[in-house]
């Protein structure tokens, strides 16, 4: 049995790699350490808590000695790192938190493993979670591969880019076998209501404005999570060490196309007039240091690994909505006081 730690299994993408673990490999352990921040959240879990080869460890990231206990605790053989603060406007307003997570977290989890494993590497892996951020913007055209420089644009892809670079050192230096992938925009269910889908999806179902920063035109690569979640375990099993891997959707959108798309979705859900839920459309002031476009060249991992995305964006879409309309208790619970005084500051207006 091994046993596996999954870092920030409670967040969204966590929450399904979680999930696709513990179901499908219950001859390996699954430890989900997270500190449950305001992007944590167990309910995601609630019907995986109560199996065998499930176990949830509170703890947080940057807290040495905290780690390096559960590390001689357990003997963890791998690790999957995905504990992050994630969000790249509240990464322009408090820099800070976001290098102490995801810069001086991660290396005190590479420590611990090290210090744990260090010259008896055999069957030993750390796979660090990462995102496109890290390779900057593109122009109209051209594509993200494994070997585009490094260019990140907010103080959110400058820690990932820095946590990238440490993993990598590590494997440079000690020998450590590790593996990183950097993944395009995710969305589905469980995805905190901080980001544009499940931010538009939560303000259609009670009529609020739907905030487009700038002129809209800016554009992402979006991947369903479950197909992200299926990339990390192959690239967990297969993946050749000391490697990188991009993962994308291979689905550009704009975001006023991407809103516009949601609104006619949501009009026929909820069976609203056609045109009812893009009247809520609000342009507002751009983000600083806003990335044009992203877009990721996944022929690597469809090559090596055979990876691809399985659902169409209209199908993920049309899942995700459906998704949040059966779960408006989940929506309630993480939209509370802390989020409305984050969406006033954020947005400067209130959220009725
Ligand atoms: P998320 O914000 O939904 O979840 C992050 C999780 O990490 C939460 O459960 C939180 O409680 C936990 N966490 C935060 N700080 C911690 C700490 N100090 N110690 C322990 N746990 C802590 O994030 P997500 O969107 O699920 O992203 C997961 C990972 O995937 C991140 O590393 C992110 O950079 C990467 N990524 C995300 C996307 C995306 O589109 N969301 C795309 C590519 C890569
Ligand atoms: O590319 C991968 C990254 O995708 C991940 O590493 C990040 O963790 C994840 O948050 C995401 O970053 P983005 O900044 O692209 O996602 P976000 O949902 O915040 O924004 C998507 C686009 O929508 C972006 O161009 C900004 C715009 N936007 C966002 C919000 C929240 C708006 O126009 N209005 C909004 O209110």
Redesign the pocket.
């Known amino acids: 049995m091994k046993k596996i730690l999954i870092t920030g299994g409670a967040g969204f993408i966590g929450s399904h790699v979680v999930r696709q673990f513990v179901c499908n490999y219950p001859n390996d352990h699954i430890y989900n350490l997270d500190a449950l921040t305001y992007a944590g959240n167990l309910a995601n879990l609630s019907d995986v808590e109560g199996l065998l080869n499930y176990t949830f460890i509170k703890a947080d990231i940057t807290d040495e000695a905290v780690i390096n206990n559960l590390f001689e605790k357990y003997r963890f053989d791998a690790v999957l790192h995905l504990a992050a603060e994630?969000?790249?406007?509240r990464s322009i307003s408090d820099p800070f938190s976001f290098v102490k997570t995801n810069v001086l977290g991660t290396v005190i989890l590479l420590q611990a493993f090290k210090n744990l494993w260090m010259g008896n590497w055999e069957g030993k892996r750390f796979y660090h979670i990462s995102?496109?951020?890290v390779y900057g913007s593109l122009g109209e055209t051209g594509f993200f591969t494994e070997t585009t420089p490094y260019a990140p644009n907010s103080p959110?892809?400058a820690s990932?880019a820095s946590s990238d670079h440490f993993v990598r050192a590590y494997g440079e230096t000690y020998g450590m076998p590790y593996v990183i992938s950097n993944?395009?925009?995710?969305y589905g269910p469980n995805h905190f209501p901080?980001?544009?889908?499940p931010?538009c999806i939560h303000n259609i179902l009670n009529n609020q404005p739907l905030?487009?920063?700038?002129n809209?035109k800016?554009i992402?690569d979006w991947l369903y999570v479950l197909d992200h979640a299926k990339a990390i375990d192959l690239v967990f099993h297969q993946g050749k060490n000391a490697t990188t891997y991009n993962i994308g959707g291979s689905n550009e959108w704009t975001?006023i196309d991407l809103v516009k798309l949601l609104c006619q979705l949501m009009d026929q859900k909820l069976e609203r007039a056609v045109g009812t839920s893009e009247k809520l459309i609000t342009y507002?002031t751009d983000?600083p240091g806003?990335?044009l476009r992203?877009a990721i060249d996944a022929r690597k991992i469809n090559a090596e690994l055979g990876w691809k995305p399985s659902v169409t964006f209209e199908e993920g879409l049309s899942q995700t909505i459906d998704w949040y309309m059966d779960n408006q208790a989940w929506l309630e619970q993480v939209t509370n006081g802390d989020y409305l005084r984050y969406y006033q500051d954020q947005?400067n207006t209130l959220l009725k």
């Open positions: 994630s969000h790249v406007d995102t496109d951020e959110y892809s990932k993944c395009s925009n995710n901080e980001k544009l889908i931010l905030p487009i920063y700038g809209g800016f992402r975001n507002t983000r806003h990335d992203y947005y």
